[in-house]
């Protein structure tokens, strides 16, 4: 198993090579703005093949709604809204992403699912949430995502931070809700996100291992959500 997760990571390194050398020479900010697009493209072939597995995953969603308003959603790293078609009718959700030329494919895909409610696109990273409040939402969704931030740990932190305590089972409890997939701007194929979950300090955390209908590469995936 290590020789092969070693292998995997060599190969994630031969891959992304390109991307470096256009940030020494100056095109990173061209590959940032194509990248939406290669996204919004791949999105339409991945979801039909993941989404099984997404709509097994987001049925728990109806767990977190608060008794009352409206459930809100945090998605950080939210690419071209690729979820939005499995979140329950009525949901307000605040999209997080560094890349601001995603909301460009961010806005069509609203416009599919209009059985939610949009509050506002921030650009940020899963690193730095300031932008939203402590405690102002129920459900934070990541998904491509834990596999590409720089401080997985961080990103656990501020998720912790910005969700708000709701009744489950007759006890106070905070909730947040990641999907794992390992695919992405910038992704380490072989990070094993599942170890910074584990030590995040989580009451409960609900995870599974699963493998996808997809490359090598990016068949073993995780996939869950943790309870503080």
């Not at 809100?72 to 992403?97: K, Q």
């Not at 194929?189 to 995040?200: D, M, P, S, V």
């Not at 209908?213 to 869950?224: D, M, R, S, W």
Request: hydrophobic share 40%; net charge positive.
């Amino acid at each position: 198993m290590t020789l092969f997760m070693n292998a995997c990571a060599f190969l994630v390194k031969v891959l992304t090579l390109p991307l470096h050398i256009a940030e020494v020479i100056g095109l990173f900010s061209f590959y940032k703005r194509v990248f939406p697009l290669i996204v919004y493209k791949m999105s339409i072939s991945y979801n039909e093949k993941m989404k099984d597995n997404k709509r097994e995953l987001f049925r728990n969603l109806e767990k977190f709604h608060p008794t009352k308003g409206s459930l809100r959603i945090l998605e950080v790293g939210c690419g071209s809204g690729a979820n939005f078609e499995h979140y329950p009718t009525g949901c307000r959700i605040t999209c997080t992403d560094p890349n601001p030329h995603f909301q460009k494919y961010l806005k069509k895909c609203m416009t599919k699912n209009d059985h939610l409610v949009y509050d506002s696109f921030i650009v940020a990273s899963g690193e730095n949430l300031k932008a939203v409040e402590d405690n102002s939402v129920d459900v934070v969704v990541c998904t491509l995502v834990l596999c590409s931030v720089e401080d997985t740990p961080k990103v656990l932190q501020e998720a912790k931070r910005v969700l708000r305590p709701v009744s489950l089972d007759h006890k106070k409890v905070y909730t947040c809700m990641f999907v794992r997939y390992y695919f992405g701007d910038g992704c380490e194929a072989t990070r094993a996100t599942w170890k910074h979950l584990e030590a995040a300090g989580f009451s409960d955390l609900k995870l599974r291992h699963i493998q996808a209908n997809l490359l090598f590469l990016l068949k073993p995936q995780i996939a869950g959500y943790p309870v503080k």
